[in-house]
């Protein structure tokens, strides 16, 4: 069985401040998703990584997937208190359990 | 931009009751899932769908679940006998090309199921 966890589980900053959060995993993903998921809400897709080593960037996010492809990092610069909200790491078949950052004013 | 849409939102049923959770994809997407998340907790693969057929389940997908695809638009998720353990938001997906990911899975909103 494929896991994968997510690190820390809850995120506190201040508005400005860098970020980082990590999906771990034994196991080789042929590709990791992002997620972005508000309470209530299905989780929204932010970023799908498939190449090993593979960074890509959405406006402040920076997403890294792992040269084996068994982890992957999503960093936030400057964070906003718009950006607060539950990360999600995720294949098709598994989750992590999240990540609930919030941003203070 | 294209969405999945599911209803209903929110369904109340007692315990014992069948119940039929409904699903419309994106249009274009070829395959489909179904997931769940109990409140608190990661969300769960339930199972895929394609070409009309089941291709992946977990082992949460049992006798008691269902899925169909009764035409060109909707796919369901049916529970036969709910339990109060099925309490949880149910999440349909679709993607497009590829089951890979490479394009990325698309959620519903979800149902969020309370067994009573």
């Known amino acids: 069985t494929q896991l994968l966890e997510q690190s820390p589980q809850f995120l506190s900053i201040q508005e400005g401040e860098n970020l980082t959060v990590y999906c771990n995993s034994s196991?080789?993903?042929?590709?990791l998703q992002w997620y972005r998921q508000e309470p209530g809400e299905g989780p929204v897709l932010l970023v799908t990584?498939?190449?090993?080593?593979e960074v890509k960037k959405l406006k402040r996010l920076t997403f890294q997937f792992g040269d084996a492809r068994k982890d992957s990092s999503l960093h936030i610069t400057a964070a906003q208190p718009g950006d607060t909200g539950l990360y999600l790491c995720?294949?098709?078949?598994?989750f992590g359990e999240g990540t609930q950052l919030t941003v203070n004013p | 931009e294209p969405e999945v849409t599911q209803t209903p939102s929110h369904q109340v049923t007692q315990m014992g009751q069948e119940v039929i959770l409904r699903c419309v994809p994106i249009?274009?997407?070829?395959?489909f899932y179904w997931y769940r998340q109990i409140l608190g907790q990661k969300v769960e693969f339930l199972v895929s769908?394609?070409?009309?057929?089941?291709?992946?389940k977990s082992e949460i997908f049992d006798d008691q679940f269902s899925v169909e695809r009764p035409d060109g638009s909707n796919f369901t998720l049916k529970i036969r006998s709910t339990k109060l353990e099925d309490s949880a938001m149910y999440f349909c997906?679709?993607?497009?090309?590829?089951?890979?990911?490479?394009?990325?899975?698309?959620f519903g909103s979800g149902t969020r199921l309370t067994v009573v």
């Open positions: 990584v498939v190449t090993g080593g």
């Open positions: 997906a679709s993607s497009g090309l590829r089951d890979t990911g490479i394009y990325g899975y698309t």
């Open positions: 196991s080789v993903f042929s590709s």
């Open positions: 995720g294949s098709r078949l598994t």
């Open positions: 249009s274009n997407h070829l395959y």
């Open positions: 769908f394609y070409n009309n057929e089941i291709s992946e």
